[in-house]
């Protein structure tokens, strides 16, 4: 749970980096690339799901789910897309 709350406070962070430092040439985030990347998310956890055996194969999707989440929230905590 830990890691999925660091990875949820990362991610919304990178929003806030996205929208201080956006003008200074990092490359943007369209809506396409959120839906794109929530899709893909999506669909490598249900594939995977039936691979599942203990805590320690969920680690990595905390920290992929978390690090989504937080930037969703982010996104509209800040008023600035980039998921």
Known sequence: MENW???FGWGEYRVLLY???CHLGMPKCTWKDG????????????????????RRDLLPWCWAIGGKMGRLKGSIKYRTLSM
Do not use: C
């Open 35 to 54: 839906i794109t990347g929530w899709t893909k998310l999506a669909r490598r956890f249900i594939r995977t799901v039936p691979h599942m055996r203990s």
């Open 19 to 21: 929208k201080k430092y």
């Open 5 to 7: 709350r660091q990875a």
